[in-house]
C-alpha cells in the first residue's frame, strides 16, 4: 500500500494520525509506504506522525526525514506487519533554485515466508527536470542497480508524474506499473481526493512480480482523512 497523508491534516482541516491509521488498518496491508509525515513540528503539535500511526496498528517502521526544520522533519516511512530491515535511507536529486523542499528515499527488505522482497518509497518533487533526474537516480547504482538490491522490487509513492510524464517513463524502462499490470483492471486516479482524476501516487514492481488484485478505496473515511487516496496492491512473490 502507498499512500500520502498530507501530514495527517484532512480534507476537514483537522490533525489526526489515529484517523490515517484507521484507513490503513481497514485496508489491512502488510507492508505500507507514506508520504509527507510530520515529526517533531509545531504546525502539527510536535506529534512523531509514523510513531503514532505505527503504535496504533502494532507495526514496525522505519522513518526517513526528507528534510528536517525546527527541531523536527518532514518526509516517507515504510510500515509493516512482516520482518524488515532498513538497507537504506537518503536524499534524492534537487535542485535548489527550482525546488520546493528537499527529497529522499527509504529503502528496506521485507521477508515473507522466507522470500525477500525488496522496498523503495519516494516522494518525488514539483519540478519537471527534477522528477526526471531523481527517477534516475533510483535506478542507478546507489539504489536499484546496488548489488544489495536482488531480487522482487516494489518502488511506491507519490512521484508527482502522470503516465505520460518523462519521470513515468523513465521508470517504466525496468519496471512494471501494477495498476497495468493486472487484466481487466482499468487504472484508478488517486488525487486530488474530491475528484480523483490524476494518476500519480504509483507502485511499480519488477517483472517477475505478480499483481493478483489493485484496489483505490473511495469511502467517506479515505475522502476525509487525506488529500489523496490510498493505493493498495496485492503482489504474489516469486
Not at 502539527?44 to 517502521?61: C, F, G, K, N, P
Request: net charge positive.
Amino acid at each position: 500500500m502507498t499512500y500520502n497523508v498530507h501530514s495527517s491534516i484532512g480534507m476537514d482541516g483537522k490533525i489526526s494520525p489515529l484517523r490515517i491509521a484507521r484507513v490503513i488498518e481497514r485496508c489491512a496491508p502488510d507492508v505500507v509506504a507514506l508520504q509527507e509525515l510530520d515529526s517533531g513540528l509545531t504546525r502539527t503539535a510536535l506529534v512523531d506522525q509514523a510513531h503514532v500511526i505505527a503504535h496504533q496498528l502494532e507495526m514496525a517502521y522505519h522513518f526517513h526525514p526528507s528534510f528536517r526544520v525546527e527541531e523536527g522533519g518532514y518526509g516517507n516511512a515504510v510500515l509493516s506487519r512482516l520482518p524488515m530491515r532498513l538497507v537504506k535511507a537518503g536524499p534524492l536529486p534537487s535542485h535548489p533554485k527550482r525546488s520546493f523542499e528537499r527529497r529522499g528515499a527509504l529503502w528496506v527488505e521485507v521477508e515473507h515466508q522466507g522470500k525477500a522482497l525488496q522496498v523503495l518509497a519516494t516522494h518525488f518533487g514539483l519540478d519537471r527536470r527534477e522528477r526526471i533526474c531523481q527517477a534516475e537516480a533510483l535506478l542507478g547504482p546507489e539504489w536499484l542497480g546496488h548489488p544489495e538490491c536482488r531480487g522482487p522490487v516494489a518502488l511506491c509513492g507519490d512521484f508527482n508524474a502522470l503516465p505520460r510524464s518523462a519521470a513515468y517513463r523513465c521508470l517504466i524502462r525496468q519496471l512494471k506499473d501494477a495498476q497495468c499490470s493486472l487484466k481487466g483492471c482499468r487504472p484508478r486516479g488517486t488525487f486530488p481526493v474530491r475528484l480523483p482524476l490524476m494518476r500519480i501516487d504509483h507502485l511499480f514492481i519488477s517483472p517477475e512480480l505478480k499483481v493478483r488484485d489493485i484496489a483505490v478505496p473511495r469511502t467517506a473515511l479515505t475522502r476525509l482523512a487525506s488529500d489523496h487516496l490510498p493505493l493498495l496492491v496485492t503482489l504474489e512473490l516469486p
